[in-house]
């Protein structure tokens, strides 16, 4: 299940992306802090199209660094993540691990 996951968060990165991503070890710490960010995303209920804004706004922070976006540049990849449909708990699971990611590698507050 964790390779179909990880195959979805790479198909929603655009293709230049995915070769700059750093691998880091997922070590019981991570995984953890991963799941638990998972389970306070799916406890807090957020609607469906927050989600989305928000995992675009860490792709956005990704791919050019904190504050280095514009609103329009997150609102048109909102769409596109809100087109893909993905169900709840795996846009969830998504957020939780690129948080997770950029946090390790200090890219995020």
Sequence with gaps: MLEAKSAVFIDVLPKNEVDSLKVIEITEKLRSKIDEFTQHLLKSNYPYDTLCWAFAEF??????????????EVIERE????????????????????KVYLEENNLYP
């Design 59 to 72: 792709q956005l922070i990704f791919e050019k660094g904190h504050k280095k976006y514009s609103e329009s």
């Design 79 to 98: 769409k596109k993540i809100f087109d893909a449909s993905l169900d709840y708990e795996e846009l969830c699971w998504l957020i939780a691990n690129l």
